[in-house]
């Protein structure tokens, strides 16, 4: 694996935790310069997110910055609510 792809993996899960989405069920990784989110997607407790769809695109938008990246993929599911 490139050293440029486990930097921007690193980013990739860091962005999605530092903005309150869970992807304990969901595989982050950047492949080629490609990130792929496969997996399933929630808000994590006492964060108060109205969608978690919106969050993850605005997410990808910040990943999408890095000059490692050059696409992000979201292959996953939401879930609203944490405990379901």
């Keep these: 694996m490139d050293i440029n792809d486990v930097r921007a993996t ?3 899960r ?8 869970d992807i304990s069920m969901a ?5 080629h310069g490609v990130c792929f989110v496969r997996g399933k997607l929630k808000a994590m407790p006492k964060w108060n997110i109205v969608s978690v769809e919106k969050e993850a695109h ?3 938008g910040i990943i999408k910055r890095q000059p490692d990246v050059k696409e992000c993929v979201l292959e996953c599911t939401y879930s609203e609510a944490y405990f379901k």
């Excluded at 595989?27 to 492949?31: G, I, L, N, T």
């Design 27 to 31: 595989d982050v990784r950047v492949m």
């Design 10 to 12: 690193k980013f990739a």
């Design 14 to 21: 860091s962005a999605f935790t530092k903005r309150g989405v």
């Design 58 to 60: 605005f997410i990808s």
